[in-house]
């Protein structure tokens, strides 16, 4: 078992696409999704990989540090192989944008994505101050005194119209999600602000059909050097989380697991310190790295010890 653990908030500033490989459905190539909820999910390798690559770039003389804390390169049988001593989990969704008739968009989220991450908070010994509504009914949605999203008691997302209920539950929801979940940085205050106000929970049945039916899908063509017309059998869709989606990942480590190991990195403190490192900086998940997609923004909550 581990001995320490922290969240890691995951929130995207453009497009992420983390693919699931190709498809024979309408969507050439989809995004990773879970099997029992149809919800966008981020597997756990990836996230490894992504967060590894940020250390190799911007910590290019650590490579010992490195695979102590990711575990070692060993493709193609070189090297000593032992375990690494952090573990990532999926990155699980917890706010979806989805786009609103007034106020541009709402952060929608749903009691079963709460209640998951109460319990993940339960894991990792962060305390929250918030409790979870109780399910919206009907055409219900809970919603925040004084949200920008409400006219005449209805707010209409994409072509829904939901009667919107205020809850009292979601101020403090939205303003522990505000102050651990939403980057920190001055360039975030809008973001910090608008989760305070426009935080919406849907019933299950709305906000799975929403985060099944709103993600980003986009058409890729290759044009033909000589003809300039696309390429034969070079047009396909792919599938991508828009920006302002929010994901966390719960990160948890262990004391290294191999000798000789340097002295400021002894142990599991040591090495989730160096993990959080990536606290407050941009790394790039996912898929179409040079178009600029999956750039997000990283944020850590710290956790207890085991």
């Not at 597997?43 to 690559?53: E, H, L, M, T, Y």
């Amino acid at each position: 078992m581990f001995k320490q653990a922290r969240l890691m908030f995951i929130y995207t500033e453009t497009s992420l696409h983390a693919g699931s490989g190709t498809s024979l459905g309408v969507i050439d190539l989809p995004i990773q999704r879970e099997k029992y909820t149809d919800y966008p999910v981020l597997q756990a390798s990836g996230i490894k990989g992504a967060v590894r690559d940020w250390f190799e770039t911007n910590r290019v003389n650590e490579k010992q540090k490195i695979d102590l804390v990711f575990g070692p390169d060993t493709i193609g049988g070189g090297g000593e192989a032992f375990t690494g001593a952090a573990t990532f989990t999926d990155a699980r969704l917890l706010l979806f944008p989805v786009r609103s008739l007034k106020g541009v968009f709402a952060f929608a989220t749903s009691c079963f994505a709460l209640n998951r991450l109460m319990r993940d908070l339960s894991m990792a010994k962060i305390p929250a101050n918030w409790n979870v509504p109780l399910e919206p009914r009907g055409n219900q949605l809970l919603g925040i005194q004084g949200s920008n999203l409400a006219e005449d008691g209805k707010i209409v997302l994409e072509e829904y119209a939901f009667d919107f209920v205020e809850n009292n539950d979601l101020i403090n929801i939205a303003a522990w999600i505000s102050n651990s979940g939403i980057p920190g940085g001055t360039e975030y205050g809008f973001w910090r602000e608008k989760v305070k106000k426009d935080l919406v929970i849907l019933p299950e049945d709305a906000f799975k059909d929403f985060v099944k039916l709103s993600t980003e899908v986009q058409t890729r063509i290759k044009i033909d050097n000589e003809t300039k017309t696309v390429a034969s059998g070079a047009l396909f869709s792919e599938e991508a989380l828009p920006p302002d989606t929010l994901l966390y990942s719960a990160v948890m480590a262990n004391d290294p697991f191999k000798h000789g190991k340097p002295e400021d990195l002894k142990d599991v403190k040591a090495v989730m310190n160096f993990i959080c490192q990536l606290n407050g900086n941009r790394a790039q998940f996912g898929g179409d790295t040079t178009i600029g997609k999956g750039i997000v923004n990283i944020k850590f909550i710290d956790g207890g010890q085991k």
